[in-house]
């Protein structure tokens, strides 16, 4: 059974930095497409980082060079590093893995950036 813990969200000012994590279990992050998304209120939830099994990384255009997604195997946890946050990546972020069986969410962890 694959679960997703998502931890490290909160409140932080604009300009600041926020990491937060997703441990896995159930299913490998080293073998396995991994990404975060989130979903501010009254919007559709968006991607915002994605890592392929070969270590490929792609992100929305409007966290690129601010955030960076990484994966750490021997802990079997993807984190996602903010940097420069702005009002506007307030938001739930949710941690989704993508195995062979479709995909699979996490609980959500909120982040809220104070301008």
């Known amino acids: 059974q694959v679960q997703l813990v998502e931890s490290g969200g909160g409140l932080v000012q604009a300009g600041g930095s926020l990491r937060i994590s997703c441990a896995a279990s159930?299913?490998?992050?080293?073998?396995?497409?991994m990404a975060w998304y989130r979903q501010a209120p009254g919007k559709q939830r968006e991607l915002v980082a994605l890592?392929?099994?070969?270590?490929?990384?792609t992100y929305a255009d409007s966290v690129k060079g601010r955030f960076t997604i990484s994966r750490e195997n021997a802990k079997n946890t993807v984190d996602l590093q903010m940097n420069n946050l702005k009002p506007e990546d307030t938001a739930v972020y949710y941690c989704?893995?993508?195995?062979?069986?479709?995909?699979?969410w996490g609980q959500g962890t909120q982040v809220t950036v104070s301008s």
């Open positions: 159930g299913i490998a992050v080293s073998i396995n497409e």
């Open positions: 890592i392929t099994s070969r270590g490929t990384t």
């Open positions: 989704q893995a993508m195995p062979w069986d479709g995909p699979h």
